[in-house]
């Protein structure tokens, strides 16, 4: 049995799909309100169990816990809950995969573990983190990597909440990039009206670097590394600097604002999610870049396919015991080939620059 919890909403509902896709194991669908979602799901998920189930209530969450294998838990906010989920699961032990993460996670790495725990098992952090590892694998040696990633959306009031969580999160430091094997403060800055090959329109670029980037720099041998958020839309850029510091005073009214923000920007526009990356390093004793692009319909959708993909892999056995984020798994390959019509995705023989100038050649 697999457990879903949130398994109605967006994210949820995908990752429920994809696990009733895979057939090998019956779903169990959790939330609140279970019985609303069944009216409207039942068709589509005719041998599902619908279970009420409150992460806050530790008889409610045993009840749904047991005789399952797995959990998939896409309830938010993921920083406040994950970590709870997460031991309940390992007290009972099932296998557990959350879309989100909690900072308390990072304090069950390493103890044994009798149980596969991932975390940060969606689109961003997540998949986000094997992508680069991936492409790197058609290299003898990596040198260099850009990366930029974005989507338009709108949050739900959970997402935003785990967003601005990460944005303010200690892990993650604005400007900062990998420069001659190291991090380094301040070495980049924000790019307003930037043009990116498969963007419909110019995006803002906010360069990051979070424990997830450290990690894939150090784990690649990377000389210099640079990560961009891109932002598309005039409401959320000047939103975002407002309420960065709001979020540790009023985190409501930030989140409520990042919400309408999104919201506005959103309007009328079709949603995505994009990631390019690109790599220059040395193959067969010759420099060679190639570029990365993946594309999917929603953030949502992305990630309830990861986490959903993230969980298969637990079940075949493709995860070793223990507590860890996505993007550190062994091998990415099996989970990003599981995504299948989820996303486009392409490696071209090209820099990103290259890519634009053929991108608005065709246009």
């Known amino acids: 049995m697999i457990g879903i919890i949130g398994g109605y909403g967006d994210v949820g509902l995908q990752a429920a799909r994809m696990l009733k896709e895979w057939g090998k194991h019956p779903l169990r669908i959790g939330g609140r309100n279970p019985e609303l979602a069944q009216t409207k799901l039942a068709d589509e998920f005719p041998h599902a169990e619908w279970v009420k189930v409150d992460i806050e209530d530790e008889k409610s969450m045993k009840s749904f816990l047991h005789g399952c294998e797995l959990i998939v838990n896409c309830a938010g906010p993921s920083h406040r809950i994950a970590a709870r989920v997460a031991g309940m699961c390992l007290s009972m032990g099932c296998h557990h995969v959350d879309a989100g993460i909690d900072e308390a996670l990072e304090m069950m790495r390493g103890t044994p573990q009798s149980t596969a725990v991932l975390y940060a098992a969606g689109a961003t952090p997540g998949l986000s983190g094997l992508l680069p590892r991936w492409l790197a694998t058609s290299f003898d040696k990596v040198d260099s990597m850009v990366y930029y990633t974005g989507a338009l ?5 959970a997402a935003a909440e785990d967003y601005l969580t990460g944005v303010a999160g200690k892990d993650n430091e604005p400007l900062a990039a990998w420069k001659n094997g190291a991090r380094r403060s301040a070495a980049l800055r924000r790019r307003p009206g930037t043009a990116l090959p498969f963007f419909p329109r110019e995006v803002a670029l906010y360069p990051y670097f979070d ?11 990377l000389r210099d590394g640079e990560w961009y958020i891109a932002i598309d839309g005039e409401y959320v850029p000047p939103v975002l600097e407002e309420i960065r510091p709001l979020f540790l005073t009023d ?4 989140v409520k604002r990042l919400c309408t923000a999104t919201e506005l920007d959103a309007a009328g526009r079709q949603k995505y999610i994009n990631f390019i990356i690109q790599l220059t390093g040395i193959k ?4 060679i870049i190639r570029t990365l692009v993946l594309q999917a319909d929603r953030p949502s959708i992305l990630t309830g396919s990861t986490a959903a993909a993230a969980g298969i892999a637990v ?6 015991f223990g507590v860890r984020p996505l993007a550190e798994i062994p091998d990415p390959a099996k989970v990003i080939a599981r995504l299948g019509s989820t996303k486009y995705l392409s ?3 090209c820099s990103v620059d290259d890519l634009l100038q053929v991108v608005e050649g065709e246009i």
């Not at 424990?211 to 041998?221: D, G, Q």
């Not at 067969?284 to 420099?287: D, F, L, R, S």
């Open 315 to 320: 079940l075949e056995g493709e995860i070793p």
């Open 211 to 221: 424990a997830e980037a450290e990690f894939v720099a150090t784990t690649l041998s």
């Open 153 to 157: 959306d709108r949050f739900t009031a």
């Open 251 to 254: 985190w409501k009214s930030a």
């Open 284 to 287: 067969n004793g010759a420099g």
């Open 347 to 349: 490696i071209i023989e």
